[in-house]
């Protein structure tokens, strides 16, 4: 366990290390210590193949290897997001409409972070049978990129819409919202230089655009970097 718990870990390391496990497993075969130590293997690279894909798909989304303020892929941290957030998307169908989009200077985890929100935000939106949620990128103009996260949900009544960025303010279920997960991302999207809206049809859905300059301001670079 002490790998995994590393911050050093990566899939590399749990590749090899868990190939010379395999290796010793296979040697047990031969001597037929271990009946059924095919599907023993077979189960164990599967899991370990899982773990490799979880590491390193953590250390993307949170790019603790990384500086405060770096190039990012944002089509990268949105198929790392979901990967993060897949538990609270089953049986939820997930519509991946990526662009070609530039890299942006940013905050990497930050901007994860918002990707996050939203997305879950739109999960616990959905109370239909089929729940849909997709999630869009573009060039927006010569210098921004747009990021758009629609739910087939329940909406947003509309005297609610101006307040759901109010720190604190829910409308979740005691115990399934803090009300501050809208709140942060509209203040790190702020902070970027961007901008984030949001248009909604009660029992229709809703949909969170977010648009981030390529390049944020200077301000910004120099406070974070």
């Known amino acids: 366990m002490g790998l995994l718990q590393s911050e050093s870990a990566n899939p590399a390391d749990l590749q090899e290390t868990f190939g010379a496990v395999n290796a010793r497993l296979a040697q047990l075969r031969e001597h037929h210590v271990l009946g059924d130590i095919e599907s023993l293997s077979k189960d164990g690279m599967h899991g370990i193949e899982q773990i490799s894909?979880?590491?390193?798909?953590?250390k993307n989304f949170s790019r603790l290897d990384r500086s405060k303020v770096a190039s990012f892929n944002v089509n990268e941290g949105a198929a790392a997001t979901?990967?993060?957030?897949?538990?609270?998307?089953?049986n939820v169908t997930i519509e991946r409409r990526f662009g070609e989009i530039p890299s942006i200077t940013c905050s990497p985890s930050q901007v994860n972070q918002v990707l996050l929100n939203l997305v879950t935000n739109a999960a616990q939106a959905l109370d239909k049978p089929d729940k849909v949620i997709v999630i869009t990128t573009r060039r927006e103009g010569a210098e921004a990129i747009a990021i758009e996260v629609a739910d087939n949900g329940k909406g947003i009544p509309p005297d609610v819409l101006p307040k759901i960025f109010d720190p604190f303010y829910t409308t979740k279920e005691i115990g399934k919202g803090t009300g501050l997960g809208l709140s942060i991302a509209y203040k790190i999207v702020n902070q970027h230089g961007g901008r984030i809206e949001v248009k909604s049809q009660p029992g229709k859905g809703t949909a969170f655009l977010v648009v981030l300059p390529i390049k944020p301001p200077a301000e910004f670079v120099m406070k974070e970097g």
């Open 53 to 58: 894909e979880l590491v390193g798909n953590l």
């Open 82 to 90: 979901l990967l993060i957030a897949k538990p609270q998307l089953r």
